[in-house]
């Protein structure tokens, strides 16, 4: 079984940072992509940023520039770093992975920006 533990939400002010990260344990024989996603209240969830086993990377439009998304393949670990955050960027952000055909959530950690 494998499991997803995000860290690093919490509250922050307008443009702050934040840095999640995401660590996967469990029975991962070859990692294909690690990504981020986020959910708002009353939205429905949608692509923050995705890396892939190659160092290919996708970002939603709404976040180029300002989130960087890297892995670490060695510890399992995916991590977003957050610059200049919006009030609009509040949400629960799920981490997930994918290996094989199968795929795995986070539980979700919580970013809210506000003053």
């Known amino acids: 079984q494998v499991h997803l533990v995000e860290s690093g939400g919490g509250l922050v002010q307008p443009g702050g940072s934040l840095r999640l990260s995401c660590a996967a344990s469990g029975r991962l024989l070859s990692i294909n992509a690690m990504g981020w996603y986020r959910q708002a209240p009353g939205k429905q969830r949608e692509l923050v940023a995705t890396?892939?086993?190659?160092?290919?990377?996708n970002y939603a439009d709404s976040v180029k520039g300002r989130f960087t998304i890297s892995r670490d393949n060695a510890k399992k670990m995916v991590y977003l770093q957050m610059n200049s955050l919006k009030p609009e960027d509040t949400a629960v952000y799920y981490c997930?992975?994918?290996?094989?055909?199968?795929?795995?959530w986070g539980q979700g950690t919580q970013v809210t920006v506000s003053s």
């Open positions: 890396t892939t086993s190659g160092g290919t990377t």
């Open positions: 997930r992975v994918t290996w094989g055909l199968y795929e795995a």
